[in-house]
């Protein structure tokens, strides 16, 4: 049961890029999926969500306009396009599947993949 | 926008109590959740729905809830506890919040 995300890298600002989360060990299409991200030094900060067969995503005010979640169950893969990028969006991203149901109070994390480096710098 | 808030820092010697506290106003109609994250590593789950803990996590670790405020206790506390902890919840949209975080020193 394992969560492997990979994309991240240097970008500059204003530039793209898209994180993508391998999800092995479970059902995936049964399950929502989120994307959070940490700061250096920093707590931890949600950025995005989908459901489990991609009809309603969430998103948070910081990122909502410039980031776009999506998935593909016939390949247990989910995905983060990041656009706009900005120095704020230095971060590790996590992959992390979803129990619950999003948009309710009944909605958190219960595996995490091992996040993902992305830093926006010129 | 919706806050959790945390105290940055607790500090609790060996064996004794820790109690992590986290505030927010909606916290008494939403169910929130813990979790531990050791340095370089992604965080896990202690706690959900207030106080359920998920198989494999260890007793001393519980939850509770009184009011606008939710309390995360360790008891018998061990130097491998040592680390940051933090609380989420959601907001009145349903979106995602988490708590600014508290470090853990085993004094």
């Known amino acids: 049961v394992q969560l492997l995300e990979s994309g991240g890298g240097l970008v500059q600002p204003g530039g793209s890029l898209r994180l993508s989360c391998a999800a092995s060990g479970f059902t995936f299409s049964s399950y929502a999926m989120s994307w959070v991200r940490q700061a250096p030094g920093k707590g931890l900060e949600w950025v995005s969500g989908?459901?489990?067969?991609?009809?309603?995503?969430y998103y948070a005010d910081s990122v909502k306009g410039r980031f776009t979640i999506s998935r593909d169950n016939s390949k247990n893969m989910v995905y983060l396009q990041m656009n706009s990028l900005r120095v704020e969006d230095t971060a590790v991203y996590y992959c992390a599947k979803s129990e619950g149901v999003p948009g309710t109070s009944y909605w958190y994390f219960d595996l995490w993949g091992r996040g993902i480096l992305v830093t926006v710098s010129s | 926008s919706y806050e959790l808030i945390q105290p940055p820092s607790v500090s609790v010697s060996p064996g004794q109590t820790a109690r992590i506290t986290c505030s927010g106003d909606?916290?008494?109609?939403?169910?929130s959740y813990w979790y531990q994250q050791k340095a370089g590593q992604a965080p896990v789950l202690l706690i959900f729905k207030d106080n359920e803990r998920p198989s494999g996590i260890p007793e001393r670790f519980s939850g509770s809830s009184s009011g606008t405020t939710v309390t995360l206790t360790i008891s018998g506390v061990q130097a491998e506890d040592e680390t940051d902890y933090y609380c989420?919840?959601?907001?009145?949209?349903?979106?995602?919040?988490f708590g600014g975080g508290t470090k853990l020193t085993v004094l």
């Open positions: 989908v459901t489990t067969r991609g009809g309603r995503t």
């Open positions: 909606a916290l008494p109609k939403h169910y």
């Open positions: 989420q919840s959601t907001d009145s949209s349903g979106n995602v919040v």
